[in-house]
């Protein structure tokens, strides 16, 4: 028989399956109104950014230059989006000081979408004037208000016919070609030339010796072995346009075989090259043919080795030759990521074992991200999926997990994407629950993918597509809690850290690991309830092989060693995470009755999925604060957005404005030593009042506060702020 909460929490799940879209109201966002708010986190920012010199490494971590911790919290603004017309620069950049963001991910420069490259010119060879000083007027906004940037190099250049590039039109956004190729090596180097020797007029500076310029990446999502045993290497590529993950063109596969056998005349043993000939049906001088990614699981394992070890070699020699070019000949001071670990579905330490040898390991990952579906002729866009699911139910497959392979001992560790894209109905689960984990995992930095991908004076109010935050006001109020839970540290990092070795020939064997099996960690015998209760660190890829793990139960409640968080989970439609600190505590997943019971928060709630965070807005623990921020949410949708029978793609994407559901729940607080009353003013989705506040509230006989939030006839609102009177 089940559990009496399991029972009302299953009926609460099917009520939320079939709400209706009245349980929706418009919050529309307006960033100018949005700048200036009771809630404002910019004090947790050191402006302007780099005022004490270039961002730096101290005991794994970055650091300011007199030595202090510095971590990020951070968003993405990717094309258009990273380059907003001038007088929404400080529009921007205000509003997300206020909210706690101390870094911002400058991604997709190089787009065809608004980015650098003049919109109407016969090649990439030079920069638009006129794009540059949007780029220089926000980033100079940015330092201002204490932000720091992450460059972005090369992410989504397409080619063009003046720039000299073989077969552009087939090469969509050259990855993996970008790692072999001399012309587009030659590119890349032009162009971070041009724009890191830039001389920004409103900072005074070159972004090369600009201290706000924190990190600078090298390529996104972009791997030559990764795209080997994801069958992108196989010289297939012969559609013009092709978009993002695309075959290689024959010219530049039958140049990869050519670069493949100059290295296995140098690195394999006339035997050996004997018999892979002859295992691949080819005469005794015809070139060695690379495997296929369908050949690799069967493959002679010599041959495998050998293969895989030129594609790490080549992926080598592009980060150490790229970080040689930029720091002795650009003279850049910023610290460099090379790419992200972004497939969890397949190992990512092959591509880890070149990345690791720069400053920075970084990471991607998105908790079920959309499923494009395309028509295969045209390549053009039809529809999408999504899974639609809550995290919370799934713990060992969860965000958490899979960005915790990635981190590595002895260096900073940043996660430059990620999101639970729109419109999942249970998106809000993601930015407390990264938070709180990051924290514990003492991780370095979390960019949300991402802000906006328009210029904001192009948008209107409506989530414009599946990772936009700009317009997402529930999301938008989590980003304040999520400074304090990460960037204010209120979640403590695990006292113990464990560390796992690889050999490099385990490193490449794992790439013939069954995803079924072994995902997402790709290390057999590893417990993947481990990253939720302690930290993990790869501590070599070239070292002895792994040892035994400690055993660890995957059984409800995953505990934190800290005993700050609590993941809870079993049946469908249970899953919560709570966290409890002395500064933030908070419940996110199925709350339902009475199940959450925290230090000085209780929670009792009708709306059946939602996250609630309750953090001091001063430097106080929540006993003593005089302030505190309030925040609750649950989904959003667009107006008139309606979902398929399925409820995993949207008949009808919406439009403006956004809406999201007002959580309805008794809040209970309790241990506010000393208060005599407390005054609850609950904002819009601005963070203005969003009425006349209340009579101030006194306590009950039992020395507690009970607030109703979203009773019926209030205004409706997703953040409280509330001042208590000793």
Not at 415 to 435: D, R
Not at 628 to 656: E, V, Y
Request: with cysteine.
């Amino acid at each position: 028989m089940k559990p009496i909460f399991l029972r009302s929490l299953a009926a609460l799940a099917a009520t939320f399956s079939l709400a209706r879209a009245a349980d929706l109201v418009p919050f529309p966002v307006d960033w100018k109104t949005s700048a200036h708010s009771p809630v404002d986190l910019s004090a947790l920012l050191d402006a302007p950014a780099g005022r004490l010199g270039f961002i730096t490494m101290k005991d794994g971590h970055f650091a300011t230059a007199d030595g202090r911790r510095l971590r990020f919290w951070g968003v993405n603004a990717t094309g258009a989006g990273a380059l907003p017309r001038q007088e929404n620069a400080d529009v921007l950049a205000a509003g997300l000081a206020r909210r706690g963001v101390n870094c911002v991910r400058l991604h997709m420069l190089d787009s065809r979408w608004g980015g650098l490259f003049p919109r109407n010119a016969n090649d990439t060879l030079s920069l638009d004037p006129a794009q540059l000083d949007r780029l220089d007027t926000f980033v100079a906004a940015l330092k201002r208000r204490g932000i720091y940037v992450n460059l972005n190099l090369n992410v989504s250049r397409s080619y063009r016919p003046g720039d000299g590039v073989r077969d552009a039109e087939l090469l969509g956004f050259a990855k993996s070609v970008t790692y072999f190729d001399e012309r587009i090596l030659a590119l890349q180097r032009d162009y971070a030339r041009q724009l890191l020797t830039h001389r920004n007029p409103y900072t005074g500076r070159t972004y090369a010796d600009e201290p706000a310029v924190a990190l600078v990446e090298f390529v996104n999502e972009n791997s030559l072995i990764e795209a080997w045993f994801g069958a992108r290497l196989e010289g297939k590529g012969t559609q013009k346009n092709p978009g993002t993950w695309a075959d290689l063109p024959p010219s530049y596969a039958a140049d990869l075989t050519a670069k493949f056998n100059t290295w296995l005349a140098r690195h394999a043993s006339a035997a050996d090259l004997a018999a892979w000939r002859t295992q691949a049906g080819v005469a005794a001088a015809a070139p060695l043919p690379r495997l296929t990614s369908k050949e690799i699981a069967k493959a002679d394992r010599a041959r495998f080795h050998a293969e895989a070890r030129f594609y790490l070699e080549v992926e080598r020699d592009f980060f150490t030759g790229m970080a040689k070019f930029l720091r002795d000949e650009l003279h850049v001071h910023a610290l460099f990521a090379g790419n992200s670990d972004h497939g969890h579905s397949r190992t990512g330490y092959p591509q880890l074992s070149g990345t690791s040898l720069l400053d920075v390991v970084d990471s991607h990952t998105y908790w079920q991200h959309p499923n494009y579906l395309n028509d295969p002729a045209t390549g053009k866009k039809l529809g999408y999926t999504i899974g639609n699911s809550p995290m919370v139910d799934d713990p060992l497959h969860s965000s958490v997990v899979e960005l915790s392979r990635s981190a590595f001992a002895g260096k900073p560790f940043t996660v430059s994407e990620v999101n639970h894209p729109f419109p999942a109905e249970y998106a809000t689960e993601g930015i407390p629950i990264l938070a709180a984990y990051a924290a514990l995992q003492d991780w370095d930095g979390i960019f949300w993918y991402t802000l906006l991908h328009a210029d904001l004076a192009d948008m209107n109010s409506s989530v414009a597509g599946h990772f936009d935050l700009a317009m997402d006001a529930g999301r938008l109020a989590q980003l304040a809690p999520g400074a304090l839970l990460f960037l204010r540290g209120d979640v403590t990092a695990a006292r113990s850290v464990l560390t796992r070795s690889y050999t490099r020939e385990q490193v490449i064997d794992s790439i013939r690991l069954d995803p079924r099996e072994h995902r997402p960690y790709f290390t057999p015998g590893f417990p993947l309830a481990l990253p939720l209760t302690q930290a993990v660190r790869i501590a070599s890829l070239d070292g002895p092989p792994t040892s035994a793990f400690p055993a660890v139960a995957a059984a409800t409640p995953l505990r934190s060693e800290t005993g700050e968080l609590h993941w809870q989970f079993g049946e469908k439609r249970t899953g919560l995470v709570t966290i409890d600190t002395p500064r933030s505590q908070a419940a996110t997943g199925f709350s339902g009755a009475d199940r959450v019971q925290l230090r000085h928060l209780a929670v009792s709630a009708t709306t059946p999925f939602a996250a609630l965070t309750l953090s001091a807005l001063d430097s106080a623990p929540i006993a003593q604060a005089r302030r505190l921020l309030l925040t609750a949410t649950a989904r959003t949708a667009n107006t008139d957005q309606t979902w398929n029978a399925k409820r995993n793609s949207t008949d009808a994407w919406g439009r403006a404005s956004a809406c999201t559901e007002p959580v309805r729940a008794r809040v209970t607080l309790r241990g506010l030593a000393g208060a005599k009353r407390l005054t609850v003013t609950a904002l819009d989705a601005n963070d203005q009042p969003a009425a006349p506040s209340a009579a101030p509230l006194a306590p009950s006989a039992d020395g507690t506060w009970a607030l109703e939030l979203n009773a019926p006839g209030a205004a409706p609102a997703i953040t409280w702020v509330l001042e208590v009177v000793r």
